[in-house]
């Protein structure tokens, strides 16, 4: 999907979240917030959003010269998920159906998205999993699970910090052994990489690639041809949050998206609405 | 208060409201706000954000040719204020305390505000009127009563559009011949003017004046004299609203803000919660 307009003020605040963090040099703010300013008054709007945000947060870094300005952010969010998946586990192996449990936990760890929003707090996680148990998924729930038990080759496609550690829970649910995460090859936001795959333990029951771009999606063109080889490799596609739907939703294949609806942009696109959890390849028509 | 970068999201999405409301031009819009970026990351943050504003507002109705791009908005808000004033009114009659019932009101409409969020819904006003009631109000409200009943001139601020249905209802629980109301001097965002004064009935109770700026505050010296010189003979300001706030805290007068605290900056300005109803000289140390 292209970039729309209404999307502006979010790279906006996510240019002040970075500016922020980076330094608590005032005149800097100021300085480098006019920078971002006029680079994305001159951004290309034919570009999906995260491919706008890849060519932003590239040019802050740059400037900068702060390699992974969310570091601090990203470590906060594995600590606290590493905390809070304890507990689930726990529900998990009294369900009924772990497996959709699961899928509701992996997806309500997608509200750690400091792309889609600054500041998440422990206090909105522990409001969103207080709900997850009850949450309706949007979907062919039935076609998913099939899919995945009968799927050679699953290639899930991360997305944030935190939430890997919730992604971890429900690759457990699946035949981990068919399944190949993969990650974004450097730091772009709060984006997981290689790093927190293994912090959440995923490759001790699967295999970890990166898929060498550093875009907070999956721009096909702009990964590794390795990745690209994989991703075509494929029979399922499980992509994780709205980054990777953003760039893939024109993608002609076997990819089931599972995330959260957080914004009105992506709710139009989806037809679906602000706060919906999907797990659905959201084409119905093709 | 000096502007802060934390204003400029804000600035963005009012640019992109206007851009929206002018006109159903793609083209047309992405040109705009490309235009409204580069003003923006050029912006003094020195002076207070309704000066920004007043700036940024004036460059969209220059380019525009668009007088007044908040009109539809406006006349939407002012039709559902006045059918809401209504049953507040006869709550008013059955009320023991109709001083503080009818500031509370007035401090409600206050959530009609597109400077600081855009498209308020019916929804989001019945939701606020459901509560108004009980609502806290910060400050020292005796003082605030026992001023306005000795006031020989009060001077009372109006805000926006909608919201001045809500000010007309506590200007009656005033000694309404000693009251001016003063709006903005030309159409800028939703803030009222005196049309919308009139429209509002206030002309039946109290003087109507214009301060003869388009800032969506009151900067002094961008007034006209005769205003200038209501403001220094008035021996009581009532201040309505986070723009008059933001151009007002740094005066010294015997100001009493009203408003509700909407966004994060005002709230640590103030040094109150977001979402406070306040009634108050906001100087706790003068």
């Not at 040019?59 to 570091?71: F, G, H, I, L, N």
């Not at 995460?181 to 936001?189: D, E, K, M, N, S």
């Not at 024109?250 to 990819?255: G, L």
Request: with cysteine; proline share 5%.
């Amino acid at each position: 999907m292209k970039t729309s307009l209404e999307c502006i003020p979010c790279f906006v605040r996510q240019s002040l979240d970075v500016v922020k963090m980076i330094t608590d040099n005032a005149a800097e703010h100021e300085r480098l917030m006019r920078d971002c300013l006029k680079w994305i008054s001159e951004i290309n709007i034919g570009l999906t959003p995260p491919a706008v945000a890849q060519i932003l947060h590239r040019k802050m870094r740059e400037v900068t010269e702060v390699k992974d300005p969310y570091k601090a952010a990203k470590d906060a969010h594995n600590n606290l998920a590493s905390e809070l998946v304890a507990p689930l586990k726990s529900r998990l192996r009294s369900s009924n159906e772990p497996f959709f449990m699961a899928l509701r936990y992996a997806i309500m760890g997608n509200v750690i998205d400091l792309g889609a929003k600054n500041g998440i707090s422990r206090e909105d996680i522990y409001a969103e999993m207080k709900n997850a148990d009850k949450q309706p998924l949007f979907g062919d729930l039935n076609a998913f699970k099939n899919m995945a038990a009968e799927a050679k080759k699953i290639l899930y496609l991360a997305d944030n910090t935190g939430e890997i550690f919730f992604d971890r829970l429900f690759i457990e649910q699946l035949p981990a052994s068919r399944v190949t995460l993969a990650v974004r090859g450097a730091p772009v936001i709060n984006d997981a990489t290689r790093e927190d795959a293994e912090l959440a333990g995923i490759g001790e029951i699967a295999e970890i690639i990166d898929n060498g771009s550093d875009a907070p999606g999956t721009i096909l063109q702009d990964c590794s041809p390795e990745f690209q080889r994989r991703f075509e490799d494929a029979d399922m596609i499980i992509s994780k949050g709205q980054g990777n739907y953003e760039t893939l939703s024109d993608v002609e294949k076997n990819i089931f998206f599972i995330l959260k609806i957080k914004c009105p942009i992506i709710s139009a696109h989806a037809g679906l609405p602000v706060g919906t959890y999907v797990a659905s390849r959201l084409k119905p028509n093709k």
